[in-house]
């Protein structure tokens, strides 16, 4: 069992900066690919970001290409989301997750989630 728990969410005004920070524990962080979602009130959960095991590589969806950056700390058993230039489309409950190995980008592919951290943009 892997246990994600993320912080950092809360409210801040259009153009400005949040640090999502996801701790995990219980089994060797390093051997799972690291990705963050979201889900927007009424809509589905969707793919953000994703980092492999040793952060050498990282992806990234279309609309936050540019602005947000996903980075790993694997001495520390961290995963972080900096998101800058925020908008209000940004509004959601973000979420961090694990997967064996590879990285992926389906929510079905994911074998353990966090609880979510509300991210709220004002205009």
């Known amino acids: 069992q892997v246990q994600l728990v993320e912080s950092g969410g809360g409210l801040v005004q259009a153009g400005g900066s949040l640090r999502l920070s996801c701790a995990a524990s219980g089994r060797t962080f390093s051997n799972y690919a690291m990705g963050w979602f979201r889900q927007a009130h009424g809509k589905e959960r969707e793919f953000v970001a994703a980092v492999t095991r040793l952060g050498s590589n990282t992806y990234y969806a279309d609309s936050v290409k540019g602005r947000f950056t996903i980075s790993r700390d694997n001495a520390k058993n961290t995963l972080y989301l900096q998101m800058n230039s925020l908008e209000p489309e940004d509004t959601a409950v973000y979420y961090c997750?694990?997967?064996?190995?590879?990285?992926?980008?389906?929510?079905?592919?994911?074998?353990?989630w966090g609880q979510g951290t509300q991210v709220t943009v004002s205009s």
């Open positions: 997750a694990a997967r064996w190995s590879s990285t992926a980008y389906r929510t079905d592919e994911y074998d353990y």
